[in-house]
C-alpha cells in the first residue's frame, strides 16, 4: 500500500511516502523536496555475517545523470565509478546512520540512494540522509532512530534553513541528529566564532526535528514487524573477568610503552598469552576472545581517564602532543612543509598553475572548474602494515575535502591571485588525527610557496570518553582513543575563527553541553598549535618560489578578443610557439599569461597589447623601417601598426635625404604623437 506524508519545510514541500517504488526491498522510502526527488532502498540479509568483528553495512548515494535533463559526458555515455560527490555524500548518509543500529545486529545491510530527479535548486545530500533514515525506520530490522540532517547557511547574520544551490552564506553546514542530540555534523564556514557555530548547530537540531516527527507518522501506518535480534554475546562476562584478572597487569604495562608500535606489539604478546590461557578450555569455545580482549583494554583505557584524568601515553585531557615543523624540505616544487606532532606526521606540496589547469567537474548541477584541489594520500606503511595500495578510497577522499573546505576560506581570490593551486598531503606516520596534520602542514606549505593566505590555519581533533553519567573530552586525541572513544570530533580554523567542523560519534547521540565544552577546549588547542607553527614560519613568503611559474592578468575590450586569437586560433597559437607562454582568455576579456621566466610573460603580454590596445600618445617605442619614401620612413612601431616618421621629425638638424639617417630593416626608436586626420599614425624620432 502506497502512503505518503508531507509538510512545509524550509518555505519548500517535503514529502516521505512508501510503497511506490522497489518493494521487493527491505525497506523504501522516496523523498520529495520541491522537485528534486530521491529514492532510498535498504537490503538486509536474514542471517548474521560469519565477519562479527564489525557491522557489514554499505553505503552508496548515486547521482543518474538523466535525472537533470543530461548525458553523461566522456566517451562512454552512462554512469561509471563514483564521481568525488558521489563518495562524500555516501560517507554523509554512513556517519549518523551507522551507530544506531543494534550492537548484536551483524547482518549484510545495503542502503542505496539514487537520486532520480534534480531541480538545480535543492541538493540531494541531506534529503538522501532523511529517506535513508526513513527506508531503516520502515524495514523493521533493528535500527535505533529514526534520524534526520539539515543544511543550514547563514547570510547577513541570519540563519538559513536549507539554502539553494549558489545563495550567497559565510556557512556551509550540514548537520544530522536524533530527537535527543546530535549525530553527525559537517561544515565549512568563513571563520566563524565559537559561539555562532554553537548557535547554527542548535538552529538545525530544532529544525530537522518536525521531518523526525513526520518520519515516525509514516512508521506507524507502513513499518514492517520487527526483526528479532540475537541476543548471544562471543564475550561474556566470565571469560571478560577471567581476562581482566589474568592479564590487566599485562595490559597496562603495553600501554605504558613510549610509541605506537611498541604498545601494538607488547598488545599483540599479550593477546598470544591469552589465546594460549583460554585454548584448552571449554566454557572459551564459540567465544570471540579478541572482543573479550578488547573489552578489556577498553574497559582499562576509559577508566584510567575517567577516574584519574591520565592518557594512556601520560598526557592531561586538554595536552597537545609535541610538534614539530619544517618548511622548504623540497627544492623543486613550489612549497613544502612537513609537520608533525606526536607519531602522526604529514608531508605537504604545493603545484601552482595555470586556469589550464584547473579541474573540470561535470556535476548534475552543471559544469564547473574548481582553482583549488587538495589530495590526501594514507599510505599502508605509514601505520607498519602491508595493504592496498592504489586510487583513493572513501576515507582519502572525505579526508582530503575536510582539509579542503578547512583552508579554502583564507585563500586569496583569482582577481589577486590567479594561479590554479594543487596541494598533496602525504601521511608519512600515522597515530591519530592525519586530516588535521593535513590543514596544518597545507597551510604552511601554501606559505612557503608565497600563496597570500588570509591566515594560518591550524586543525585539532578531539575525543570523548563518557560513561554512567561522567564525560572527559580528550584534546588531540591518538588512535587508540579515537578507537576506543566515543567521538571524534575535528576543528580546523584561524586565530580569529572556524573555518571547518566535523564530528562522529559511536554513542546514540551527544548533548550541546558537551559539544559547547569540546568547541572551547578545541580552541584553545588550536590557537597552541598555531603558536608552534608559527615558528616554523609566521606568514606567507613576500615573493612566489622562484620555480613557480610567472603570471600577471589584464583586461582586454571585448571587441578585441577576436582578434587576439586570431582566424581558428592562429594568432594566439603563434604567440604561444614563440614566446613560450601560457594563455588564458575569458569571454569578459580578462587575459592572464604565464611563463617559467618573466621575459617571456612580458613578451607574450606585451604582444598582446599590441593587438588589444592603441598606442599612448608621447610614449616612445621601439619599431622596425619598413618602407622607404621622399618626405619619410614607415616604421612598424606596435604590433602590426606602422606609423610615417616625416623627413622633418627624423632630427633636430635639417636632412636632406631620408636615407642619409635611415634605411629599410634597420630598427628605430620612434614616439607616437597622434594620429593624423586621415587617422594614420604620426611619429617623430626626436625623443628629447
Given amino acids: 500500500m502506497a502512503i505518503k506524508k508531507e509538510m512545509k519545510w524550509g518555505g519548500r514541500k517535503l514529502s516521505i511516502g512508501t510503497g511506490f517504488f522497489a518493494n521487493q526491498a527491505t525497506g523504501s522510502a522516496l523523498v520529495k523536496y520541491e522537485d528534486t526527488i530521491v529514492l532510498c532502498t535498504v537490503v538486509a540479509n536474514k542471517k548474521p ?136 555534523v559537517e561544515s565549512g564556514a568563513r571563520e566563524l566564532s565559537e559561539a555562532q557555530m554553537l548557535e547554527a548547530l542548535k538552529f538545525g537540531h530544532d529544525a530537522f526535528q518536525p521531518v523526525i516527527d513526520m518520519i515516525m507518522e509514516l512508521a506507524e501506518e507502513a513499518a514492517h514487524e520487527p526483526w528479532k535480534i540475537p541476543t548471544s554475546s562471543k564475550k561474556p562476562a566470565s571469560v571478560v573477568k577471567e581476562i581482566k584478572k589474568k592479564f590487566l597487569k599485562k595490559i597496562e ?72 615543523t619544517y618548511v622548504s624540505v623540497l627544492p623543486m616544487v613550489h612549497g613544502s612543509a612537513v609537520f608533525t606532532r606526536g607519531e602522526t606526521q604529514a608531508l605537504a606540496a604545493v603545484t601552482l598553475g595555470t586556469a589550464q589547469d584547473e579541474q573540470m567537474v561535470d556535476a548534475l548541477s552543471g559544469e564547473y572548474r574548481e582553482r583549488f584541489m587538495l589530495h590526501y594520500n594514507f599510505p599502508p606503511f605509514s601505520v607498519g602494515e602491508i595493504g592496498r595500495f592504489g586510487s583513493p578510497g572513501r576515507r582519502e577522499i572525505g579526508h582530503g575535502k575536510l582539509a579542503w573546505r578547512a583552508i579554502s576560506p583564507v585563500l586569496p581570490s583569482r582577481e589577486k591571485f590567479p594561479y590554479s593551486l594543487r596541494v598533496v598531503s602525504e601521511i608519512l606516520s600515522c597515530n591519530g588525527s592525519s586530516s588535521m596534520a593535513t590543514v596544518c602542514g597545507a597551510s604552511l606549505a601554501l606559505m612557503d610557496a608565497g600563496v597570500p593566505l588570509r591566515n594560518a590555519v591550524a586543525g585539532i581533533a578531539m575525543g570523548l570518553i563518557t560513561e554512567d553519567g561522567k564525560y572527559e573530552i580528550l584534546s588531540d586525541i591518538m588512535g587508540e582513543e579515537d578507537h576506543l572513544g566515543d567521538m571524534d570530533f575535528k576543528v580546523a580554523g584561524t586565530g580569529k575563527g572556524i573555518t571547518a567542523l566535523q564530528m562522529d560519534i559511536k554513542i546514540s547521540s551527544i548533548p550541546f553541553e558537551i559539544i559547547e565544552k569540546a568547541m572551547i577546549q578545541a580552541k584553545e588547542g588550536r590557537l597552541y598549535i598555531l ?79 599590441e593587438i588589444a590596445f592603441d598606442p599612448i600618445d608621447g610614449t616612445v617605442y621601439k619599431g622596425k623601417v619598413v618602407k622607404i619614401m621622399e ?30 639617417i635611415v634605411n629599410e630593416g634597420d630598427e628605430v626608436e620612434v614616439k607616437f604623437l597622434g594620429y593624423d586626420n586621415k587617422g594614420r599614425a604620426k611619429l617623430t624620432m626626436k625623443l628629447d
Fill in 531 to 609: 603558536e608552534e607553527m608559527s615558528k616554523g614560519l609566521k606568514k606567507h613568503r613576500p615573493a612566489l618560489n622562484e620555480n613557480a611559474p610567472k603570471m600577471t592578468s589584464i583586461v582586454i575590450p571585448k571587441d578585441k578578443i577576436r582578434e587576439v586569437i586570431g582566424s581558428g586560433g592562429k594568432v594566439i597559437r603563434e604567440i604561444v610557439e614563440q614566446t613560450g607562454a601560457k594563455i588564458d582568455i575569458d569571454d569578459d576579456g580578462s587575459v592572464t599569461v604565464a611563463a617559467q621566466n618573466t621575459a617571456s610573460m612580458e613578451s607574450a603580454l606585451g604582444r598582446i597589447k
Fill in 49 to 184: 555475517s560469519e565477519v562479527t568483528d564489525f557491522f557489514p553495512l554499505t553505503v552508496n548515494y548515486v547521482e543518474k545523470a538523466y535525472a537533470a535533463g543530461k548525458i553523461p559526458g566522456g566517451f562512454i555515455k552512462r554512469e561509471g565509478r563514483p564521481s568525488e560527490k558521489e563518495t562524500l555524500v555516501s560517507r554523509l548518509i554512513d556517519r549518523p546512520i551507522r551507530p544506531l543500529f543494534h550492537k548484536d545486529f551483524k547482518n549484510e545491510t545495503q542502503v542505496i540512494c539514487t537520486v532520480l530527479s534534480f531541480d538545480g535548486k535543492n541538493d540531494a545530500d541531506v534529503i538522501s540522509i532523511i529517506g535513508a533514515s526513513a527506508a531503516l525506520t520502515l524495514s523493521g530490522i533493528p535500527f535505533l532512530g529514526p534520524v534526520a540532517a539539515a543544511r543550514i547557511g547563514r547570510e547577513n547574520g541570519k540563519f538559513l534553513l536549507n539554502p539553494l544551490i549558489g545563495q550567497e552564506s559565510d556557512l556551509d553546514l550540514v548537520i544530522a541528529g536524533s530527537k535527543e542530540g546530535v549525530l553527525m
Fill in 631 to 660: 618626405f619619410g620612413a614607415f616604421v612598424n612601431f606596435f604590433g602590426a601598426r606602422d606609423g610615417l616618421v616625416h623627413v622633418s621629425e627624423m632630427s633636430h638638424k635639417r636632412v636632406e635625404k631620408v636615407t642619409d
Fill in 253 to 324: 604495562e603495553a600501554y605504558g610503552k613510549g610509541s605506537k608500535k611498541a604498545r601494538n606489539e607488547a598488545l599483540a604478546d599479550v593477546f598470544e598469552k591469552v589465546t594460549s590461557h583460554f585454548a584448552d578450555q571449554q566454557e572459551a569455545e564459540g567465544i570471540d576472545l579478541r572482543e573479550a580482549f578488547e573489552a578489556v583494554c577498553s574497559s582499562f583505557m576509559r577508566e584510567k581517564i575517567l577516574k584519574n584524568k591520565e592518557r594512556i601515553d601520560g598526557r592531561g585531557t586538554a595536552d597537545i602532543r609535541d610538534i614539530s
